[in-house]
Structures are given as C-alpha cells and as structure tokens.
C-alpha cells in the first residue's frame, strides 16, 4: 500500500515568514494529493489539493508543488500569520482503492 | 457542498460496553466510507473501508470483530466499537469519498472508555 513520509514534525517560524513542509509518496499510482490543516479535536481541512497531471497550484498565500519523478510534494505557506498555527497532513491517495494516506503531520507554530 | 454528520462527537462509556458511532452523508450517496483513528498527536490511521451493501475491508492489524462496520445504506455507515476498553480510547473520524478527487470527512467522535 502506499507510504507517506512527512517532514519536519514541527516548524516554528516568525510571522510574516514562509513555512515549508516536504512529503514522499511510494506508489507512482497514485494522482491525488491533498493537505489538510487540523486544529485541536476539530476535523481535517482541506487547504489545497493537486492532481498528478499539473506541477504547481497556488491559492493566495498558499501553493503546492509535485514532482512525480520523484514522489514528493511539498506544502509553501508565504506571509506566514498566527492563525495558520496548527498541525498540517500531507495524503495522497491509492489509484485503484481510492483510500487516502495521510503523513504523520506537522505541527506549525507562528510566532507574534 | 457535500457534508458527512457524525454522531455522537464525544461519548464516555464503561469497560466491557459497546458503542456505535454513526456518519450519515447529508446531500450525496456514499458509496464508499472511510473509518479512521486518531490518537492524540498522531496521524489519521485507517482502520476499514466499507462500500454500501457489502462486508467492510479492515486494514492490517485491525480486529474486524472488535470494530463492527455496517454501511447499509447509501447515507449511512455506522462504526460499532464492542466490549470497549480504556485502549479503545480514541478520536475516530469517518470520511466518504466524493467524487474521484473529493473526500469529506465527518466531525470525528471522541471516545473515553473508563
């Protein structure tokens, strides 16, 4: 089945600063790959996705890029601001049974 | 857009009891459900996947008697957790998959077994 590897485990960065956080899939199936932000007891939201058939999506403040080469997306959040503290999944899904894979999270603190 | 309701959100239970934790998909057909457990400060581990009218898949590790999935319907899938004990202790979450790209996922369930 698929592996998600999720790095680093946490990130603490100033506000206005950008956080960066790196994941690695193992099955070259798979097409989608999700982020999620998490807060405490809360549900998973989705902040932004991609497809294996684009290399970069941005949403505003937020972007992912994906090298299917080498199995690995990464998650930029520019301008960092205290409210995107909290614990960020990377996933991606399996092609033939559609189950998602998450990573084993980031816990992002901005500092005021 | 596509909403998943999960049921109770927290619940408190006794060693030795069962509980059934439900995830209805609100506007949409859930064909496929999802069940996930979260411990604290731990990553979503999928425990099974069940497809409306047929037996559920469990993952590795998983005790299929112990954890009963039911997905009866196309909106509603319940998680049954039996004989409960303070291990069983846990966050679990429901998510049903949309479209070919889309999953959502219910509001998680808190459970305390004392």
């Known amino acids: 089945g698929e592996n998600v590897e999720q790095h680093p485990s946490t990130l603490s960065v100033q506000e206005g600063d950008s956080a960066v956080i790196k994941c690695t899939y193992s099955?070259?199936?798979?097409?989608?790959f999700p982020w999620y932000k998490q807060e405490l007891g809360k549900r998973p939201q989705l902040i932004i996705d991609?497809?294996?058939?684009?290399g970069e999506k941005k949403d505003q403040r937020i972007a992912v890029t994906l090298n299917k080469t080498a199995k690995h997306f990464s998650l930029h959040i520019t301008e960092t601001q205290p409210e995107d503290s909290a614990v960020y999944f990377c996933?991606?899904?399996?092609?033939?049974?559609?189950?998602?894979?998450f990573g084993a999270g980031t816990t992002v603190t901005v500092r005021a | 857009g596509a909403v998943v309701s999960q049921h109770p959100s927290r619940v408190i239970c006794k060693s030795g009891t069962s509980v059934k934790i439900e995830c209805r998909s609100l506007?949409?057909?859930?064909?496929?459900m999802f069940w996930y457990r979260q411990f604290p400060k731990k990553s979503l581990m999928l425990m099974a996947t069940?497809?409306?009218?047929?037996?559920?898949?469990?993952e590795q590790g998983v005790e299929k008697d112990k954890f009963l999935i039911n997905h009866a319907s196309l909106t509603l899938s319940t998680l049954t957790v039996t004989s409960a004990h303070p291990e069983d202790s846990s966050f679990y979450i429901c998510?049903?998959?949309?479209?070919?790209?889309?999953?959502?996922f219910g509001s998680g369930t808190r459970l305390t077994v004392v």
């Open positions: 998510s049903a998959r949309v479209d070919s790209y889309g999953y959502t």
């Open positions: 991609i497809r294996s058939n684009v």
């Open positions: 996933a991606a899904n399996g092609a033939n049974d559609y189950k998602l894979s």
């Open positions: 099955d070259s199936a798979s097409n989608y």
């Open positions: 506007d949409f057909q859930a064909t496929t």
């Open positions: 069940s497809n409306e009218g047929s037996k559920a898949t469990y």
